[in-house]
């Protein structure tokens, strides 16, 4: 991946009108090369097409270069994949979209994103 340059996810639009708190799951493993990470993840939503986009969170650099150093390829085991439960009370909406970003700022080992769910937090 080349330094400044981000790779974006965006999902279909989901109607989570019907839900009591809706959110969406993620599992994501990654790995650094070195020992000061600085990539990110950013995940955010929109209420609009995709005109706008809002902040749901961000996996700082060090959480998503969870599986820590590796000078080899990463690929992760069982072992070395996080979930993670996101939700705002603006998900309750008829048409939200989810954009995964992942932001390269320095060079990095493989990062995977997995298991995506989208539905009552508590489930």
């Known amino acids: 991946m080349l330094v400044g340059v981000s790779t974006e996810i965006i999902s279909k639009a989901y109607d989570l009108s019907g839900l009591s708190t809706p959110a ?3 599992f994501w493993a990654g790995a650094a090369v070195n020992n000061f990470p600085v990539n990110i993840l950013n995940v955010a939503y929109s209420d609009d097409c995709g005109e706008s986009w809002k902040s749901l969170g961000t996996l700082g650099a060090v959480e998503a270069a969870n599986a820590g150093l590796y000078t ?3 690929k992760p085991d069982t072992s070395e994949w996080n979930s993670i439960v996101m939700t705002n009370a603006q998900l309750n909406s008829s048409n939200i ?3 995964f970003e992942y932001v ?3 060079i990095s080992n493989n990062f995977y994103l997995d298991n995506i769910r989208i539905g009552e937090e508590s489930t």
């Open 24 to 26: 969406i799951k993620f």
């Open 97 to 99: 979209k989810f954009k």
């Open 72 to 74: 080899t390829s990463f």
């Open 104 to 106: 390269v700022n320095g």
